[in-house]
């Protein structure tokens, strides 16, 4: 089976740099995604990773590891609206559209 | 383009009554998958629907089913509703051979059971 782990919460201030942190059990990897969700509102796409390295988005960046079968999202120059929960999420191969979500990692930022 | 669109928004359904949901995606893509999110169990995958079959399915009981029609759109059901399938149900659909593997998300149905 596949499981995930990330901190179920983190505080920051405004314009600080946080870095979310996702490590996962998965055979048969295929890629590592990033959601956002903001309270009663969708998720949505922040990024992918398939392979080893960093993937760069404005103020967020993902980076993926295979061989230790871990994640993060950096999230820099944070501002109010960033408050909301960050899902990473697996896909592995043979069903690249199935996604396995972690529990969520809700970030607050502070003024 | 229109983002994915979800029928009803929300519906308040009792026990062992069926109930069912209907996504409408993205215009061209013909990938739509069903997820339930409740906060106990987080973000769960159902099944998924690619030109009008199920290529994937998650790990929940035969009383949730799915279709896919020729237009993309799809529709779950839920038959025998129980409490614990109070949920907010999300579709997402994504376009086919997309590197970065983004699913597109609708604003989800509000299912309470009573």
């Known amino acids: 089976g596949q499981s995930l782990e990330q901190p179920s919460e983190v505080t920051a201030v405004e314009g600080a740099i946080v870095q979310i942190n996702c490590t996962y059990q998965?055979?048969?990897?295929?890629?590592l995604s990033w959601y956002q969700q903001h309270d009663g509102g969708a998720p949505t796409f922040l990024s992918y990773?398939?392979?080893?390295g960093l993937e760069e988005t404005g103020r967020f960046s993902s980076f993926l590891s295979r061989s230790d079968s871990y994640g993060y999202l950096l999230l820099q120059e944070l501002q109010m609206k960033d408050s909301a929960s960050y899902f990473c999420a697996v896909s592995f191969s043979g069903s690249a559209r199935q996604l396995t979500f972690g529990s969520g990692t809700q970030l607050t930022v502070l003024p | 383009k229109a983002g994915v669109t979800q029928t009803p928004r929300y519906l308040i359904k009792t026990r062992g009554q069926q109930v069912t949901l209907s996504c409408s995606p993205i215009?061209?893509?013909?990938?739509v998958s069903w997820y339930q999110q409740t906060p106990g169990q987080g973000l769960q995958f159902l099944f998924e629907y690619f030109s009008e079959t199920q290529r994937n399915k998650g790990n929940f009981p035969g009383r949730f089913s799915g279709r896919q029609f020729s237009n993309s759109r799809s529709e779950m059901n839920v038959s025998t509703l129980e409490l614990g399938d109070s949920a907010l149900y999300l579709c997402a659909s994504s376009a086919s051979g997309t590197g970065n593997n983004e699913q597109f998300f609708g604003p989800g149905t509000r299912l309470t059971v009573l």
């Open positions: 215009s061209g893509h013909r990938s």
């Open positions: 998965t055979s048969g990897f295929y890629g």
């Open positions: 990773n398939a392979l080893d």
